[in-house]
Every structure is written in C-alpha cells, then in structure tokens.
C-alpha cells in the first residue's frame, strides 16, 4: 500500500516522501476498512512536515487532515455504514490509500455529492462555520473583517457570511486581490497598509464590526483592533507571517478587545461525537445548498507528492491542490473550474 510519510522535519515538498507499507488488514468488530478517495493539502499539512504545528508526531510519521473515500469492508458489530458507502474520515494522517479505523471516525456522506469538495469539508468550512458562527454574537447586517480572504478558510467564511445575512470586509495585501475577493463572494476588500483604519471607516460607515478572523498575525493584528467596536472580539487561526501578533495593551485595556487562538484539531478533540457529527452535518448540508463551494487547482497521485507541494507553494495558485491516493475519481461536478482541474 502507498502512503506518504516523512523522516525529518524540513521543507514540505523534501521531507515527504511516498513509500510502499504494508496494507492496514481487515477492520475488527467496531471498525471500517476504507479506500482513501481524495485529500485536500492543508497549511496545516505543511507546517506539520515544516516542524512549526502545534502537535508534532514522533518520526517517522504520516500526515493528511482531509480526506474522502469509500468503504470496502465493515466490522461485524458496525450497524449504520456499509460497504460501498462515501464517508468523510473525521481522523487524521489520511495520505494513504487505505485507512481502517474505528467507525465512530467517519461520517457517511450523499454518494451525489462531488469527492473534491468533499474532501475540502472538514478542515475549511469546519473552520469557517466555527469562526462565524461560535465566537461572536451577530446581527444581519452586521460585519466581520478577516485577512487571508482568498484562503480555503477565507472564502467559505465569506460564503457562510453570505447565506447568513452578514457582510464581510476583506484585507488583501495587493490591489489586484480586490476584485478576485468580490468574485469570490466578499462584499467589500481593501488593501492592507498605514491608511486602512479611514478606508474601513469608508466601507463600513458608523455600522458595528464586532469580530475580526486573522490566519496572518503579526503587526496587521493591532490595525484589526482599530476597525473593532469596543469589546470586539479577534480570533487568530492561522501563521501565515510566521510573526507573533502585535496588540498594543490600551487596546486590550481601554478598547476591551479580546484576542482568542482557534486551532480546528484541538477544537474537535474537546466535542463529543454528536456535537462534532452536527458541525460536519452542517457543513455538508450548506455544501448540498451550494453555499460552499471549493475552487480546485490540480490533483495528483500519491507517488507525484514532490510536484503537488511545490504546486501548493507557486505563487497566486487559485484553489486548493489534492491527491488521489487510488487514481483519478469520477465526479459530479457543475463548476467549469472545476471541470479543467488537472490531474497531473
């Protein structure tokens, strides 16, 4: 069986490596045996093969947040899957072509539903419904301000905003981002820099912002806490600038601004298995809505992993990048983006 696997810590498209393993055996009473369909490549994925995520495993090690597929065969005492059904594996290290794991780690899915997308589900709409939905108290109308817009996490939190009535202002770091970010579902973007506090102002009007979403950190942290009512509430989830935040004290202080860390893994570890299959069931219900919608870049097999993260590095990639630990899939897919996706 292929997996992916790395040996070291270092640069994600050198330190991972396809090799061959042996096949995980058939599931015992309490457990599934699945073909892994398709996994979306992550941040996350990187900055664990980079040495910089939260939870690092003992080397050598495997990896892989998101991931579909179908299972092959069921324990004796699994009642509610059978072979042949399409699941989302809640679990984790999924780079592989087959996973057994217990069936409480899996949540069967419509078989209509297009596998990429699917594959993209948990870490970034999970994500995104989190962020949007958990953290602050909102009205219709209301706005929230997040860097990293064109991010698999930003754009399902402007597709989430949408549906739900809120408005997002969106902080890019280019002019030529604008238009892609309103293409892409935001009501608003504005480019990052010295003059950002008067050209939100200008957006937004005397209208409340009471949540700001940062994958960035850095200095950028203090200008969100100037676009915030007072008791507005920051949540970082993300390292992009690989900068510690900067938030000056008489923002903390006299603004009454509250700086919170979200990290989807530990998120999910802390809920019982009906409060996690709810958020998933949530998540797959706006993507049956086409709510949500991922913009995918390429596949590739697990044996071209060198090419599929250097792909994931190229500068101004649009979508997401995935592998296809079985060959290509069929798909029911609707969007033309979708349909030019190379499987390289």
Not at 57 to 73: E, H, M, N, Y
Not at 138 to 159: C, D, H, K, Y
Not at 193 to 207: E, W, Y
Not at 275 to 280: F, S
């Amino acid at each position: 069986m292929k997996q992916i696997r790395f040996d070291v810590f270092g640069p994600p498209s050198h330190a991972a490596r396809c090799c061959e393993v042996p096949s995980p055996g058939q599931p015992s009473a309490w457990e599934v045996l699945v073909d892994v369909e398709a996994c979306a490549i992550n941040p996350a994925d990187l900055a664990r093969l980079a040495g910089r995520y939260g939870e690092l495993p003992k080397l050598p090690a495997t990896l892989g947040l998101d991931a579909v597929g179908r299972i092959v065969a069921c324990g004796s005492s699994v009642a509610d899957l059978a072979v042949g059904d399409r699941v989302i594996l809640i679990s984790n290290d999924n780079w592989c072509q087959q996973r057994r794991l217990a069936a409480s780690q899996v949540f069967k899915v419509a078989p209509e539903l297009d596998v990429l997308q699917l594959a993209a589900l948990k870490v970034g709409a999970c994500t995104a419904l989190e962020l949007v939905r958990r953290h602050a108290a909102l009205e219709r109308g209301a706005w929230i301000v997040q860097t990293a817009p064109l991010s698999s996490v930003g754009r399902a939190v402007m597709q989430i905003a949408r549906h739900d009535g809120l408005r997002t202002l969106n902080i890019v770091r280019r002019p030529d981002a604008i238009d892609e970010v309103k293409a892409a579902g935001g009501d608003a973007a504005i480019v990052d820099g010295p003059d950002l506090v008067k050209a939100a102002r200008d957006v937004m009007g005397s209208a409340p912002a009471m949540l700001a979403l940062d994958a960035v950190g850095g200095n950028g942290v203090a200008r969100l806490a100037q676009l915030l009512e007072r008791g507005g509430t920051i949540v970082n989830y993300g390292m992009l600038s690989g900068k510690p935040i900067e938030l000056g004290c008489d923002e903390v202080i006299f603004g009454g601004i509250n700086l919170k860390g979200f990290w989807l893994t530990q998120w999910l570890s802390r809920m019982t298995q009906v409060q996690r299959n709810t958020l998933i069931a949530e998540a797959v219900g706006l993507l049956s809505l086409g709510v949500l919608h991922a913009e995918i870049a390429a596949t590739y097999p697990l044996d071209a992993i060198g090419n599929a993260l250097r792909h994931v590095d190229e500068p101004g990639r649009r979508g997401k990048v995935f592998l296809l630990p079985n060959g290509p899939i069929e798909r029911h897919s609707t969007s033309p983006v979708d349909a030019v996706a190379a499987h390289r």
